[in-house]
Antibody
Framework: EVQLLESGGGLVPPGGSLRLSCAASGFTFSNYAMTWVRQAPGKGLEWVSSISGSGVNTYYTDSVKGRFTISRDNSKNTLYLQMNSLRAEDAAIYYC????????????????WGQGTLVTVSS | EIVMTQSPATLSVSPGERATLSCRASQSVSSCLGWYQQKPGQAPRLLIYDASTRATGIPARFSGSGSGTEFTLAISSLQSEDFAVYYCQQYDKWPLTFGGGTKVEIK
């Protein structure tokens, strides 16, 4: 059974940093691209960042470029999102999701999702 | 950035009736379109990808159609578990973008 478990969310002041983790199990992690999607309270879904199976190729939405870094440790079956210079508008539930594409091929639709971790940005 | 517009924002439907949800792209996304269902307090679930292919385990009452800029998600006979928010998502071009969602509520 595929499972994705996010952690690392919490309350951080504006300008602060957090590192989110997503522990994966039930599939060959290194074979699949992974993604972070966020959802502000009461709002819709927003794609944040994606990474290929090897970790070589990464993609970001413009609003987080230069502040967020996506990475993965395939030996630990874990996806990460390092978030720096956090802003109020970054507050959201952050979901990790598994891409349906294998290896370096991103299909960019997502068949398994974690339950999310809440990031609150406030002084 | 490709803007995805969903309509209506809210759809009131009686159980057993058919529901039709629309999604429009600001430019052509070919067939690179997915639909997700999200219930309160839960993560989204993939229903449809490539505009019309049902994801694994999705009941046949869900169907997707369209290409280019106009897409439709149809639910043939609404069950109690289908009342939720539905999002479309394009993946033809970066950045990936979602529509604002359609809430399907009980009439």
């Amino acid at each position: 059974e595929v499972q994705l478990l996010e952690s690392g969310g919490g309350l951080v002041p504006p300008g602060g940093s957090l590192r989110l983790s997503c522990a994966a199990s039930g599939f060959t992690f290194s074979n699949y691209a992974m993604t972070w999607v966020r959802q502000a309270p009461g709002k819709g879904l927003e794609w944040v960042s994606s990474i290929s199976g090897s970790g070589v190729n990464t993609y970001y939405t413009d609003s987080v470029k230069g502040r967020f870094t996506i990475s993965r440790d395939n030996s630990k079956n874990t996806l990460y999102l390092q978030m720096n210079s956090l802003r109020a508008e970054d507050a959201a539930i952050y979901y990790c999701a598994k891409d349906t594409g294998t290896g370096e091929s991103l299909r960019n639709h997502f068949d398994y999702w974690g339950q999310g971790t809440l990031v609150t940005v406030s002084s | 950035e490709i803007v995805m517009t969903q309509s209506p924002a809210t759809l009131s439907v009686s159980p057993g009736e058919r529901a039709t949800l629309s999604c429009r792209a600001s430019q052509s996304v070919s067939s690179c379109l997915g639909w997700y269902q999200q219930k309160p307090g839960q993560a989204p679930r993939l229903l449809i990808y490539d505009a019309s292919t049902r994801a694994t385990g999705i009941p046949a009452r869900f169907s997707g159609s369209g290409s280019g800029t106009e897409f439709t998600l149809a639910i043939s006979s609404l069950q109690s578990e289908d009342f939720a928010v539905y999002y479309c998502q394009q993946y033809d071009k970066w950045p990936l973008t979602f529509g604002g969602g359609t809430k399907v509520e009980i009439k």
